[in-house]
């Protein structure tokens, strides 16, 4: 079955940096997009970044433009979210997904996810 763990998540002070890992298992990592959604504290789960299947193509919320870069690597079936310049905004629990349509692309839409990981906190201090 995939599977999704998400790392990397912790406790920063505004301006600061912070990459997630999310590891994956059970398919042909490289067929798939992945993206990264978060959900702040009592509000809705919200797109941030997603990478085509191939890591040639790429999409981010607005806030996230600038700030955050996510990648993959197709040989150890990880994707990355890179971000920097962190603001209390970011404070959120973070979630790895991937697509079940292969060859897929960065789509900004949750619905389009089908497996998910447990989540990594990330908290930014002010």
């Known amino acids: 079955q995939v599977q999704l763990v998400e790392s990397g998540g912790g406790l920063v002070q505004a301006g600061g940096s912070l990459r997630l890992s999310c590891q994956a298992s059970?398919?042909?990592?490289?067929?798939?997009?992945m993206g990264w959604f978060r959900q702040p504290q009592g509000k809705e789960r919200e797109f941030v970044a997603s990478i085509n299947y191939l890591g040639s193509s790429t999409r981010y919320t607005d806030s996230a433009k600038g700030r955050f870069t996510i990648s993959r690597d197709n040989i150890q079936n990880t994707v990355s979210l890179q971000m920097n310049s962190l603001n209390p905004e970011d404070t959120a629990l973070y979630y790895c997904a991937g697509r079940s349509e292969v060859f897929s692309g960065p789509s900004p839409n949750d619905n389009d996810y089908t497996y998910w990981g447990q989540g990594t906190q990330v908290t930014v201090s002010s």
């Open positions: 059970g398919r042909p990592f490289n067929w798939y997009a």
